[in-house]
C-alpha cells in the first residue's frame, strides 16, 4: 500500500506563494505518475499539474509560468512551488499518485486560502 500526507498550505495574500510538499511511503516503487489536483467548494476536483517518474510534466492552463511541480524520487516526495496567487487559486489541494496498474492513491488534502 501506498501512503500520501500532503503539507504546506494555509493563507496567503494575492501575490504571494506558497509551497506544497507530499511525503509517500509505502511501496513507492509500484508508483508511476505523481501530481497535485484541487477542488474548490462548489466545483470538481481539477488537475493542477502532473509528474512522471522521468520527469515529464503537465500543467492546467490556470497556472502555467505561475506553479512549478517537482519530483524526488530518492525521498519519494513530489512539491508543488505556486508564486503569483490569486483568490481563483483558493482551494484544497490534494497529492495525487497513480501506480502502475492505473490505480489513483489520494492524500486527505490541505488547504490553500488566497484572500487579502
Known amino acids: 500500500q501506498v501512503q500520501m500526507e500532503e503539507s504546506g498550505g494555509g493563507l496567503v495574500q494575492p501575490g504571494g506563494s506558497l509551497r506544497l510538499s507530499c511525503a509517500v511511503s509505502?511501496?513507492?516503487?509500484?508508483?508511476?505518475?505523481m501530481g497535485w489536483y484541487r477542488q474548490a467548494p462548489g466545483k470538481q476536483r481539477e488537475l493542477v499539474a502532473h509528474i512522471t517518474g522521468s520527469g515529464n510534466t503537465n500543467y492546467a492552463d490556470s497556472v502555467k509560468g505561475r506553479f512549478t511541480i517537482s519530483r524526488d524520487n530518492a525521498n519519494n516526495t513530489v512539491s508543488l512551488q505556486m508564486n503569483t496567487l490569486k483568490p481563483e487559486d483558493t482551494a484544497v489541494y490534494y497529492c495525487?499518485?497513480?501506480?502502475?496498474?492505473?490505480?489513483?492513491?489520494w492524500g486527505r488534502g490541505t488547504q490553500v486560502t488566497v484572500s487579502s
Open positions: 495525487n499518485a497513480r501506480n502502475n496498474w492505473g490505480i489513483d492513491i
Open positions: 509505502g511501496n513507492t516503487r509500484s508508483i508511476n505518475r
